[in-house]
């Protein structure tokens, strides 16, 4: 087949258990032949290409601040603080971060929970919770540093002022890209219009 001319096919969208609306678990959906389907046969998505949701930016900045609290434990490790933890802040902040990894890795190729989610939401969904993952994980980073560094300075009466900034931020970079009208909510009233 060219690229000129396309013919329309049923392709299955997904297999899975039998929907209480459909006899079989197969849902099928109309679909121009040449495309792609969005998911594989046993109902996980194709995985979703990081440079496609343009993240790769927020990548560059959270390995970038690891790096630098890297830097200031080596150094303030010098000191030989009677209080401070040495290298377990290192390895405490790199279980965060692993862990913050495996979600975003599921939440990339995990399954999908609404059939009736469109790509476009799908791909809005998977860039909002892994832009707030790699952001609460590049603040718990900062926010551990100004903490050893205000103990390292004996300015801890701070510790409260900037448990609340960090708390605010914190609550900030979760909710500033949620907004409502970005979902598409006509598939669902497409379906209760059928029903």
């Given amino acids: 087949m060219g690229y000129g001319k396309r013919s329309r096919v049923l392709l299955p969208l997904s297999?899975?258990?039998?929907h209480p609306?459909?006899?079989r678990g197969i849902h099928l959906v109309q679909r121009e032949e040449g495309d792609r389907p969005p998911f594989h046969a046993n109902g996980r998505t194709t995985p979703t290409p990081v440079d496609g949701l343009c993240l790769t930016s927020s990548f560059r900045a959270a390995a970038l601040v690891y790096v630098a609290f890297v830097l200031f434990i080596v150094y303030i490790d010098q000191f030989e603080f009677p209080w401070f933890g040495g290298y377990l802040n290192i390895v405490g902040i790199s279980v965060i971060h692993v862990f913050f990894g495996a979600l975003i890795a599921r939440l990339m190729h995990g399954q999908r929970k609404d059939p009736y989610q469109t790509h476009e939401d799908r791909d809005r969904q998977i860039e909002l919770g892994v832009k707030s993952l790699v952001w609460v994980g590049m603040a718990a980073t900062i926010f551990v540093s100004l903490e050893i560094g205000l103990h390292a300075l004996e300015?801890?009466?701070?510790?409260p002022t900037t448990t609340c900034l960090y708390l605010q931020l914190l609550?900030?970079?979760c909710f500033r890209e949620f907004r409502i009208q970005n979902v598409d909510f006509d598939v669902y009233r497409v379906e209760a219009a059928a029903g």
């Fill in 171 to 173: 609550a900030l970079v």
């Fill in 155 to 159: 300015m801890q009466s701070l510790s």
């Fill in 15 to 18: 297999v899975s258990a039998p």
């Fill in 21 to 23: 609306r459909h006899q």
